[in-house]
Each structure stands twice: as structure tokens, then as C-alpha cells.
């Protein structure tokens, strides 16, 4: 098949995914055009299957706001007549969804070649940005124009049919991790610098958005080193992290914070650590959460939105309330109080990500393409 894939470039979970998505199916021998504003974080090697088209938005003085989404559409409609594309996917649905719906009738209308278009929702686009009325009748229109929409957990499904009048079946394809990439070997020099003394190493990443909490990741961490030595990693920028850095130094625990900025090779600093927090008001999946399992890290994490469709209570880490430090840091000694219970968390954590493996999903994103070119 050739597909557009339509994403945001950038660290964020949604860009992460459809690239990763892209790759696989190019190695599956698929055609895959990625287009986008900026050739994607996880896009590096090449690979002769691989077409990235950059999305350019000219600008002019009279424009207070330069029309991405126009320009985006017209990329789309270039990329689809001229490359002979069967479908375009896109994630995250502002304003992609929007974008793919003009799209698709331009290229109907040019070349009377229908493409379809999958959305998939991946979680602000619907709990956050989405239900913003600036927005809402837009987005419910384009989702419903769609001609497949995934959500990834059975949560997001549910919050979509609640905030919009949906008129199609949402199909719930979970989000995928490439397990063995994540199954690295930790490097020991980076250990040893990290926590020369044999301290446990617990880390966040993230892009330190307010929907994180990454405060309450400082809290519990406080709490926690206070019975077990450790160190604590910071992965990851954003609007959050200077009030976090000034929590880390008024709770004289600044030497035993990491604040690393981003990072490339997070299956490196995973492979180091003992203990992954997630402590976010809302996480429609929880992608980095799935990664630290891969590398055999278990989860502390709230129990919000999608996360305990990823993080089983008791078996691969804890859950707890949004915001209880008490509860989390009490759960967090507890994976951590001794090698062989970390060992048995550690051994739950990677044995259920196995079943979230990037072979496992591959091939639903594939039959449901099939289906939807079969109906067109
Ligand atoms: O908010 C983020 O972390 C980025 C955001 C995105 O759309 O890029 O992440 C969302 O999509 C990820 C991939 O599907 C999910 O794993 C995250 O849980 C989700 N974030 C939220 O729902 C807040």
C-alpha cells in the first residue's frame, strides 16, 4: 500500500507512535509518506521505502497567523495525485482530521480517485484542545468525516463518544512498543555515574506539560529516598520544569536530581533505571510508561484516563489517586525496598509489554486498511 502519514514531528507521544508505525510498515514493505513541518524526532536511518514531504507555510504580512492547515492540506492533496497514495492517516485530529477532510475532496474532485482518511485520536486532541468550544464543532466534524477512527484505549473511545456526538464506531487499537529495541543491556560506566553508590534510579520523562504533575514526581521521589537511596532522572523540557527545579533545590534534593533536558536514546537511561513515574492528571495510554516496561522497569503512575489499560496494579507496578504523594511514595519503597521484589516487578513489567509488541499491532493497522480500501 502507499499511505500518508500525517503527525506532529516532535517528542510528544502521538508524533512518536506514527513514526515508529511508519517505519514498521515500510520495512513491511509498504510505501509510507510521512508529511509534516519538520522531519520527525524518531525518523533518522534511511530506508528506500521512506518518503518525507516538508510541509512549508509561506508567510505575508498580512498574516497575524500563517494557514498551516491550508498548507498542510495542499501537501496533502501534492503528496496523494503524485504519488498515487491509497490512504492517509493521520494522528492526532487538530487540525489533521480537518485538514485530511479538504484534502480528500480536492483529490476526488482533480483525479475522481477517492482516499480515505484514518484518524487516529490520541488524547489532548480530545480531552484538552478538542472540547475547547474555539474548536469543538470542527474537530466533531471532521472525526465524523473521517472514514476510520482509532482511539489508542478503550478510555480515549470512551471520552470521545462523551464529549462529541460521534456517528461511527471508534475502533480501539492500542498503542505498541518494539520490544526488543528496548531490551538493551544497561551500560554500566553510565550507571556507576549516574549512582555510584548503587542508589536506585527512578525516572520521568515527558514534555513537563500541567497535565503531567511532574511537582508531585518531586514529592514522591522526596519521599521515597527518604527510606531508600536513589537518584532521580528528569527526562524531557516544558512549560513545568523551572518550577520543578526550584521545588528539587527548597527540598535540598537537588544533588540527587538529574534534570537531563531531552533525549534521544531514551532506551539507554531506561535501561539504567529501577523504577518509571507517571503521576499525570490525565494519559490517554501512557507511551513512555509501555517503553520503561520493554526495558523491564516497572510503573508507579496514577491511575487516570488510560493508564491502568497499561500499568496492572500489584503486577507491574502500582496505581494510585491523582495527586495521593502518601499512597505513591508508600508504593514506590515498596517496589524498591528489596532485589528480589524489584526483581519480580521488573520481570511483570517487561512479560506485559511483550503483548503490547509492535508485531501484535503492525498487522491490525494493516487489516483495517485493507478493509477500508475494500469498502471504497
Ligand atoms: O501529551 C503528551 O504527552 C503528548 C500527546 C500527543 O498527542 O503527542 O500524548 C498523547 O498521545 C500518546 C500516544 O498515543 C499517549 O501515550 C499519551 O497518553 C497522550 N497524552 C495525553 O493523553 C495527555
Known amino acids: 500500500m502507499k499511505i500518508g502519514i500525517v503527525l506532529y514531528p516532535t517528542m510528544g507521544g502521538s508524533g512518536v507512535l506514527a513514526t515508529e508505525l511508519g517505519i514498521a510498515l515500510a520495512n513491511k514493505g509498504h510505501q509510507i509518506h510521512f508529511i509534516t513541518y519538520r522531519q520527525p524526532v524518531r525518523l533518522s536511518a534511511f530506508n528506500a521505502n521512506i518518503f518525507y514531504h516538508e510541509v512549508r507555510v509561506p508567510t505575508y504580512p498580512l498574516f497575524d497567523y500563517p494557514p498551516y492547515e491550508t498548507a498542510l492540506a495542499s501537501t496533502m492533496v501534492d503528496v496523494a495525485v503524485n504519488h498515487q497514495l491509497d490512504l492517509l492517516h493521520v494522528h492526532y485530529a487538530i487540525p489533521h482530521a480537518n485538514a485530511a477532510h479538504t484534502a480528500k475532496q480536492i483529490i476526488l474532485k482533480k483525479t475522481g480517485k477517492y482516499v480515505p482518511v484514518v484518524t487516529t485520536l490520541h488524547g489532548t486532541d480530545i480531552t484538552l484542545v478538542g472540547r475547547d468550544n474555539t474548536y469543538l464543532p470542527v474537530v466533531e466534524f471532521s472525526i465524523n ?142 507511551l513512555s510508561a509501555l517503553e520503561a516496561m520493554a526495558a523491564s522497569v516497572p510503573v508507579l503512575s496514577s491511575n487516570a484516563g488510560g493508564i491502568p489499560e497499561v500499568n496492572v496494579n500489584g503486577v507491574t507496578g502500582y496505581l494510585a489517586d491523582i495527586g495521593d504523594i502518601d499512597q505513591l511514595s508508600k508504593y514506590g519503597i515498596d517496589i524498591l525496598k ?31 486498511y485493507q478493509s477500508v480500501l475494500n469498502q471504497s
Request: charged fraction near 30%; avoid cysteine; proline fraction near 3%.
Open 338 to 368: 528489596d532485589d528480589e521484589t524489584l526483581k519480580v516487578f521488573k520481570e511483570n513489567a517487561y512479560k506485559h509489554a511483550e503483548s503490547f509488541d509492535i508485531q501484535h499491532i503492525i498487522p491490525k493497522y494493516e487489516h483495517l
Open 145 to 286: 468525516e473521517s472514514d476510520v477512527i482509532t482511539a489508542v484505549s478503550n478510555n480515549l473511545s470512551d471520552e470521545t463518544y462523551k464529549a462529541f456526538n460521534i456517528e461511527k464506531k471508534i475502533d480501539v487499537i492500542y498503542n505498541f512498543v518494539d520490544v526488543k529495541r528496548f531490551s538493551k543491556k544497561p551500560i554500566d560506566a553510565f550507571k556507576k555515574a549516574i549512582a555510584p553508590n548503587g542508589e536506585r534510579i527512578l525516572v520521568h520523562a515527558s514534555n513537563f506539560r500541567a497535565v503531567k504533575r511532574v511537582q508531585d514526581i518531586i514529592r514522591v521521589f522526596y519521599e521515597i529516598q527518604k527510606e531508600v537511596p536513589a537518584k532521580l532522572l528528569m527526562v524531557g523540557d516544558g512549560p513545568e520544569r523551572h518550577d520543578a527545579e526550584n521545588l528539587v533545590r527548597e527540598l535540598g534534593i537537588a544533588h540527587k536530581v538529574n534534570f537531563t533536558g531531552k533525549q534521544d536514546q531514551i532506551e539507554e537511561i531506561m535501561a539504567i533505571s529501577d523504577l518509571f513515574l507517571l503521576l499525570s492528571e490525565y494519559e490517554s495510554f501512557g
